[in-house]
Nanobody, 111 residues
Framework: QVQLVESGGGLVQPGGSLRLSCAAS????????MGWFRQAPGKQRELVAI???????NYAGSVKGRFTISRDAAKNTVYLQMNSLKSEDTAVYYC?????WGQGTQVTVSS
């Protein structure tokens, strides 16, 4: 069973940046689509960004131009670089592939 472990969340001021990491327990990041989702209090979980096995990326409209998803196959890790953060980006961020989810990492954007 593959496990996904997120890290890199925290408290950041509006306009700041964070980089989230998702470490997989097996060498899968180049073979399966990997996605980042987020869930804010009282809201449904939503897709933020996805990278396919072929390397194609797609983003939610609300983060396009500010967030970048990438992967490092040698490290079995997927990243989410988040720039120009806004208060509405505050949420728990989850890494996903297929039916497998990480435990989530909290991102809070506040002054």
């Amino acid at each position: 069973q593959v496990q996904l472990v997120e890290s890199g969340g925290g408290l950041v001021q509006p306009g700041g940046s964070l980089r989230l990491s998702c470490a997989a327990s097996k060498s899968i990041v180049s073979f399966y689509a990997m996605g980042w989702f987020r869930q804010a209090p009282g809201k449904q979980r939503e897709l933020v960004a996805i990278i396919t096995s072929g390397g194609t990326t797609n983003y939610a409209g609300s983060v396009k131009g500010r967030f970048t998803i990438s992967r490092d196959a040698a490290k079995n890790t997927v990243y989410l670089q988040m720039n120009s953060l806004k208060s509405e980006d505050t949420a728990v961020y989850y890494c996903n592939t297929g039916l497998i989810w990480g435990q989530g990492t909290q991102v809070t954007v506040s002054s």
